[in-house]
């Protein structure tokens, strides 16, 4: 039932997740992961998704998802109650996303969260040169499209875990064409299209 | 049989019908719960030509497919069509029950329809779906029986009746306790019957079960019969018109009485007395799969209602699934957005067969 070759973000994702976990994935859009997780990895999984017609595609998808904002969705969940809490290539559009990530680390054990990167060499020198407001590679979006979404960067987030007493478990970065880039080497904030944390 | 009330009712006649067939293992079996004013005939076409209040939805190739599922709609206890409620005789005086019938609940109703899944010989229920008042049957199955039920579908529904929801019951019974025939419940022995009272109880209702959006496309402010303002009291707007037939037809079919009895029912429906909270209600039902439905323009069962439940549900660590539709057509959405609710309720039903590997016929 999975639509092929899934995005390579996702598989990012999906190669941290353990078989038999139980796994919320917030934002789940059509649910794709969902379903590759569940029919690669024998997940018991759950979404939250605003839109309609997504919400929709997650139910012929024979997944089970609730329809409402990040908010709603995870006040009801008890304490710990999944093993992973996904949020992939959402973090730009929440309204409120220190809140939403620590109560993604309060019912899950661990979170994974992606997003793109607008620390990318692109985005520098399209400001720098051009005077324009970068799109990062990986969600070119202009400034005037909705929904609005908040640019960060790589370092943003590592800074804000620091902050935020968030440790960073393990990192997986994207180059443009979705190579991976080897964690080993420097400038991560430079080369990253998209980025992959798993934090606790 | 007992009652909430601590009141007996005995012996009890529920109508009910099915359609499609029964497996082998009596495993896909889906019960359907009527709303307030429907009864037993949810599809197909009865002997003098009615199509079933649910024939949209429950047929060979829809959303409950009969060529899948075995289908059994019931007629609640203190109705009119043909189950046991207050115009049935009493068997203690030979005469109608009127105002000597109990005052029965929705869980009281729930109980009588157990009797019937036990007489049709089915342990587990595949699922139990409703709509309005049968989605407080739904959800009450899941809290009375949970043992009993694999998945619940309650649709423009509440887990307790509101405010503002006990209000409008009220003026509709008002409306028959003024009428001059309707003389204590009872007018069974002679021809003039509380028509006018329960007819204006019914436009009450249908006022409620549209939205202003609705109401602007349907009947905007058109005149019915007129091409100009009579400046008279004579119904004129569209509007009215609609109001006054649908009164009108209800009190062809439908027993002032019962209106009574059941609005009342749907007015005591609170799922989390007795039991602290409603997840606390909802404690032995995490193993059931839930499909919730609101629909945006709903505003007698507003959205909130169904994140209430949902909220609940998720709580207990119950697998539940929760839309709300975008629609118009306000309450009576759940009748009319056919399309989305087949797409909804077909992928959901079909999980629920994968989930528990169900042979179907």
Redesign the interface.
Same mark, same amino acid.
């Given at each position: 039932m999975t639509q092929f070759p899934l995005r390579p973000d996702l598989l990012a994702i999906a190669e941290l997740v353990s078989p038999g976990e139980k796994v919320l994935d917030l934002g789940c859009g059509d649910g794709t992961l969902l379903r590759y997780l569940i029919d690669t990895r024998q997940i018991v999984g759950r979404g939250v998704e605003l839109d309609e017609a997504n919400v929709l595609a997650c139910v012929r998808k024979g997944l089970s998802v609730r329809q409402g904002n990040l908010d709603e969705g995870l006040r009801d969940y008890p304490d710990q109650s999944f093993d992973t809490v996904i949020l992939s290539q959402t973090l730009p559009y929440l309204d409120n996303p220190a809140f939403i990530i620590c109560e993604m680390l309060r019912v899950g054990q661990r979170a994974l969260i992606s997003f793109a990167n607008w620390g990318h060499w692109r985005c520098r020198l399209e400001l720098l040169l051009h005077g324009r407001m970068p799109q990062a590679p990986a969600l070119p979006q202009a400034w005037d499209a909705a929904p609005r979404a908040r640019p960060l960067t790589v370092r943003d987030f590592i800074e804000f875990c620091a902050r935020e007493h968030i440790t960073i478990t393990r990192s997986i970065y994207l180059g443009e064409a979705d190579r991976r880039l080897r964690a080993a080497r420097l400038g991560e904030n430079i080369r990253a299209a998209v980025a992959i944390f798993e934090v606790r | 049989m007992p009652l909430d009330s601590g009141e007996t009712l005995g012996p009890i006649t529920l109508a009910y019908e099915t359609y499609g067939t029964l497996n082998a293992e009596r495993s896909n079996a889906i019960l359907i719960c009527h709303a307030l004013s429907g009864d037993a005939h949810a599809a197909g076409l009865s002997p003098d030509g009615k199509v079933g209040w649910w024939d949209d939805c429950i047929g060979p190739g829809k959303a409950f497919d009969t060529n899948k599922y075995f289908v059994v709609c019931s007629n609640v206890i203190g109705g009119c069509q043909g189950s046991t409620g207050p115009s049935s005789i009493n068997p203690r005086t030979g005469k109608p029950y009127a105002l000597g019938f109990p005052v029965i609940t929705i869980a009281d109703m729930v109980r009588a329809q157990r009797h019937l899944i036990d007489h049709l010989g089915i342990e587990k229920l595949l699922a139990v779906a409703g709509g309005s008042m049968g989605g407080m049957q739904v959800l009450q199955w899941t809290v009375s029986c949970p043992e009993r039920v694999r998945a619940a579908l309650p649709l423009a529904t509440t887990a307790r009746h509101s405010p503002m929801l006990i209000a409008f019951s009220e003026v509709g019974r008002q409306a028959i306790f003024a009428d001059p025939n309707w003389r204590g419940g009872n007018y069974y022995d002679d021809g003039a019957r509380p028509n006018t009272g329960l007819a204006l109880a019914r436009m009450i209702g249908h006022i409620t079960y549209l939205s202003e959006e609705s109401m602007h496309q349907k009947f905007g402010r058109r005149l019915q019969g007129r091409e100009n303002y009579g400046y008279d009291f004579c119904t004129e707007f569209a509007v009215e018109s609609y109001l006054h037939y649908k009164g009108n037809r209800f009190t062809e079919r439908f027993d002032a009485n019962s209106y009574l009895y059941i609005t009342k029912a749907m007015d005591y429906f609170d799922l989390a007395n007795g039991h602290g909270s409603l997840a606390q209600a909802f404690a032995r039902s995490a193993e059931i799969?839930y499909l919730v439905v609101s629909f945006t323009s709903d505003w007698l069962y507003p959205s909130y209602h169904s994140?209430e439940l949902?909220?609940?549900l998720?709580?207990v660590?119950a697998?539940?699934?929760?839309?709300?539709?975008?629609s118009t057509w306000g309450h009576d959405a759940f009748l009319l957005e056919v399309e989305?609710m087949t %797409?909804?309720i077909a992928?959901?039903l079909? %999980?629920v067969v994968?989930h528990h590997h169900i042979l179907l016929p």
């Open positions: - | 799969m994140k949902v909220s609940a998720t709580a660590g697998d539940v699934t929760y839309c709300n539709l975008q989305t %797409r909804l992928d959901f079909e %999980r994968a």
